[in-house]
């Protein structure tokens, strides 16, 4: 699973966090640049003893950032509030399925034919979307 964006509080990166100690062989790669939330995301990790499976990562270059992309099986976007998601649009271009909260931005760009949309805040709805990823090819 990958996320790709600034580290930000209202990106809710501590959702897909959350999920982790459900999923055992599940990985989480955050691509991006600290904007203020990236210690208290370690420290939630840690409590939840799941750090050693959350990477951050640098955007690094273009080609850097789509190899990244292309090695993960599912994208998620898990903002509060978001007006479009140029970040979704790059990992469908690399044939991630992608999980998006209702935002303006995922609501305009997600649609059942290509991925999932989930309310912010609702962990019991992504583990469900994640777990029925996970059981399909």
């Excluded at 930000?8 to 501590?14: E, I, N, R, V």
Aim: hydrophobic share 40%; charged share 30%.
């Amino acid at each position: 699973m990958s996320y790709l964006g600034r580290i930000q509080k209202y990106k809710g990166l501590d959702q897909p966090i959350g999920i982790l100690p459900e999923f055992k062989d599940l990985f989480f790669l955050i691509i991006g640049e600290d904007a203020g939330d990236q210690k208290r995301l370690e420290h939630f990790a840690d409590q939840l003893k799941v750090r050693d499976r959350v990477l951050f990562t640098s955007r690094g270059s273009e080609e850097e950032k789509f190899l990244l992309l292309e090695q993960s099986r599912i994208f998620i976007f898990p903002s509060e509030w978001e007006a479009f998601g140029i970040s979704l649009l790059e990992a469908m271009s690399k044939g991630c399925t992608v999980i998006a909260t209702k935002t303006e931005g995922g609501n305009y760009l997600i649609s059942k034919e290509n991925g999932f949309l989930y309310s912010f805040g609702n962990i019991e709805e992504l583990k469900q979307i994640v777990q029925e990823l996970l059981k399909k090819k």
